[in-house]
């Protein structure tokens, strides 16, 4: 059975700092890509980071130059650092694995950010 456990969210004022941890579990972590994702009230889901199973990194327009994604095979362990948070960073995080052999996609259960002003 895939789990995906997120850890790391909370509250934060703007301008500070968090890591989003999601522990992989069940799943072959080293041939799965990984990414974050976000859902606040009202919005779509929509992609924060990901990372390909070679280390190839993407980034939304909105998160590029202050969050990183990194992920730690043997850890099974993807993380998210956010730097410089602004209260439009307040979502519901959520981790997904697409494992490439099969194509199919796992979700964690999602972590809050709020971030207030």
């Known amino acids: 059975q895939v789990q995906l456990v997120e850890s790391g969210g909370g509250l934060v004022q703007a301008g500070g700092s968090l890591r989003l941890s999601c522990a992989a579990s069940g799943i072959i972590f080293s041939i799965s890509d990984m990414g974050w994702y976000r859902q606040a009230p009202g919005k779509q889901r929509e992609l924060v980071a990901g990372?390909?199973?070679?280390?190839?990194?993407n980034y939304a327009d909105s998160v590029k130059g202050r969050f990183t994604i990194s992920r730690d095979n043997a850890k099974n362990t993807v993380y998210l650092r956010m730097n410089s948070l602004e209260p439009e960073d307040t979502a519901v995080y959520y981790c997904k694995a697409l494992k490439k052999t099969t194509m199919r996609a796992y979700w964690g259960q999602g972590t809050q950010v709020t971030v207030s002003s």
């Open positions: 990372i390909t199973t070679g280390g190839v990194t």
